[in-house]
């Protein structure tokens, strides 16, 4: 199993990214997915979830209006939009599905 996150970067407050996760090794259109998010020394907390036919999405209550999860089982990959961002939100987002993770994908939020 693969999971490979992309799109972190470096943003101004109120900015906005694109992250992205390419699975492997798995029948990715059957498994729902998750976005996860993680300060060093802090848990990871659960951003965004879709389901596997993305006929159903849930968001942290933080982020809800702001970010979009989504997906595309062609390419077998997920994706979290994520926009107006804050510098609180500087953080590793990774993505998941069962007990695999991805290495994450570093965002920073600073003027």
């Known amino acids: 199993v693969q999971l490979v996150e992309s799109g972190g970067g470096s943003v101004q407050p109120g900015g906005s990214l694109r992250l992205s996760c390419v699975a492997a090794g798995f029948t990715f259109g059957s498994y729902d997915m998750r976005w996860y998010r993680q300060v060093p020394g802090k848990e990871r907390e659960l951003v965004a979830s879709?389901?596997?036919?993305?006929?159903?999405?849930h968001y942290e209550d933080s982020v809800k209006g702001r970010f979009t999860i989504s997906r595309d089982s062609a390419k077998n990959t997920m994706y979290l939009q994520i926009s107006s961002l804050k510098p609180e939100e500087t953080d590793v987002y990774y993505c998941?599905?069962?007990?695999?993770w991805g290495q994450g994908t570093q965002v920073t939020v600073s003027s």
């Open positions: 879709i389901t596997t036919a993305g006929g159903s999405t």
């Open positions: 998941n599905y069962l007990a695999f």
